[in-house]
């Protein structure tokens, strides 16, 4: 094979930050660029790696992504850029800033292989970084920090643009992950057929195993080693967020890290004398999504895409899950992992273990750039037993767009050559949800639902049920706090009563 059309990753670096005064903390761009000059130094000829780079692409920020993380002190214009001109990486005139998703990652290293095998780029960074701990302790303290840059010019854009959640979505409160995955968890609860607090200790045993991880890796932000009890039950420390999720159950997003992968062809790994036992080869991979919002799921507790995706990458690499020797199964909340086992046949309690970095609870959720951690893991990993294989899986929105790749210090015995997505990716486009109704009247029953807190404790619900002719809707119910209450205790799956409309807004009142 041409092994200018080779691709390989050669380069690994990642960094978390704990540095208490805002003051002295690096920026979000200086902690991106901090962890992009570990993984060229990782490869080998750092200044070299850095000259060579024809492309980079950085991962969107939190601040740019959801109304929650808005930055308060000013905005990077063309991110790719600063980073590039702080790397002194002038060489690269392909400048990429990705859409929002925490697929975006492995979605990026995929693409950027194949662009190899076709001849168009040879070396490329991809890197990300927030400093969300830092903008929340700077806010606190009132002080004002200059996180504002023009270097001129504008990023190309990779990626889907759009919202995760729908207006009629919106009008109900379900408008970001922590409003979403609750819904998830609760039908996954049903199809388990497991009390509410059977569940809790399903999910606080998941958990446990990531957290002891994470309790070995001094990368990690919380390294407690928090056990399944003290995840699973609530206090004043560990309070739900939203039920059934307790604080401990959550990506824990305020934290600074940044991470840094290299990738290029074979002959400019050879050129740069960056030595073969630190490459690293993608063996499969695949991307695809469900239906883009969750009102319109054939159901709340499987995943169409992440079942393809898994057959896919599988296929292509001619390993499944089950002969990998490590796997790092994307974990903002339980239910990403409990779906993500359920469609590749691993077993939940897996001795391999489910996670390589201690997962984004306890490791750290750093917004859209958590699986350039676990690539960058990943290969550590699999340096570490060269001939073994590890399975990375990515997930963006609402378990919606699913990403995975197979990756091994083996070099593939044939070309690198992923089947176009838009193939596999029209079953799932053709496989229906119910009908939805945007206003809803009538008898109905609960299908999943949950309950959000606010510092005061239960603040409001949202509701997915069915109408008596199989329709679908969403809804809340009354914010009464004896209801709400309730609600956690009681389980309110199939629960019947009457759902309602005014103004837009549906409104579920139980029997």
């Known amino acids: 094979m041409d092994e200018s059309r080779i691709p390989v990753l050669v380069g690994s670096g990642q960094i978390t930050q704990r540095e208490k005064d805002p003051l002295k903390a690096l920026s979000p761009m200086d902690l991106t660029a901090a962890a992009a000059r570990e993984a060229a130094k990782d490869a080998g000829p750092e200044a070299k790696v850095l000259e060579a780079l024809d492309t980079v692409v950085q991962i969107r920020s939190f601040s ?26 002038s060489n690269a005139k392909r400048l990429v800033y990705t859409h929002p998703g925490g697929n975006m990652p492995q979605w990026c290293i995929n693409r950027m292989f194949e662009m190899i095998t076709r001849g168009e780029l040879q070396a490329a960074l991809i ?23 023009d270097p001129g010019g504008k990023p190309e854009e990779w990626g889907v643009a759009t919202r995760g959640w729908n207006d009629m979505e919106d009008r109900h409160q379900m408008r970001g992950a922590i409003y979403a995955y609750p819904m998830v968890e609760n039908a996954i609860r049903g199809h388990k057929g ?31 080693g928090y056990s399944a009890e003290e995840i699973a039950t609530v206090s004043d420390s560990n309070p739900f967020i939203g039920f059934p999720y307790t604080k401990l159950m959550n990506s824990n ?29 993608l063996h499969g991979c695949g991307d695809a999504y469900d239906h883009w919002y969750l009102t319109e799921r054939i159901n709340h507790w499987s995943s169409p895409a992440m079942r393809t995706v898994a057959a896919e990458t599988s296929r292509m690499s001619g390993k499944t899950p089950a002969e990998m020797d ?112 945007e206003t809803a ?59 309602s409309t005014k103004d837009g807004l549906n409104t579920f009142a139980p029997s």
Request: overall charge negative; hydrophobic content about 40%.
């Open 326 to 437: 490590f796997l790092d199964l994307y974990s903002c909340f339980p239910s990403a992992v409990q779906i993500a086992c359920a469609e590749m046949g691993i077993p939940e309690d897996d001795p391999r273990g489910l996670t390589v970095t201690g997962g984004l609870p306890y490791f750290g959720g750093p917004g859209n750039n958590y699986v350039t951690h676990s690539i960058a893991e990943m290969m550590n990993k699999v340096r570490s037993r060269p001939g073994s294989y590890g399975m990375v899986t990515a997930n963006g929105n609402y378990v919606t767009k699913q990403s995975a790749g197979i990756y091994s210090t083996d070099m593939p015995e044939t070309p690198f050559a992923p089947t176009d997505p838009a193939t596999y990716q029209a079953k799932i486009n053709a496989d229906k949800g119910p009908e939805v109704a």
């Open 194 to 224: 497991e009390s509410i607090d059977e569940h809790m200790m399903t999910m606080g045993r998941l958990f446990s195993g990531f957290a002891k991880v994470a309790a070995g890796n001094p990368l990690a932000d919380r390294r407690d």
């Open 253 to 281: 997003a305020f934290i600074d890290q940044s991470a840094a992968v290299i990738l290029m062809s074979v002959a400019k790994a050879k050129e740069l004398g960056i030595p073969s036992e630190k490459w690293v080869f």
């Open 441 to 499: 009247e009538g008898d109905a029953e609960i299908e999943t639902y949950a309950v959000l807190h606010d510092r005061q404790g239960p603040a409001f619900s949202i509701v997915f049920g069915r109408l008596g002719d199989g329709r679908r809707f969403i809804a809340n119910t009354e914010a009464d706090p004896e209801l709400l209450a309730e609600m956690e205790k009681v389980d309110y799956l199939g629960r019947k009563g009457r759902v």
């Open 64 to 89: 740019d992504t959801s109304w929650r993380f808005v930055c308060p002190f000013g905005t990077y214009a063309n991110p790719p850029k600063s980073l590039a001109n702080r790397l002194g990486a």
């Open 127 to 149: 890197a990300g970084g927030e400093a969300l701990a830092t903008q929340k302790a700077a806010q606190r303290a009132k002080l004002e920090l200059d996180w504002s840059e």
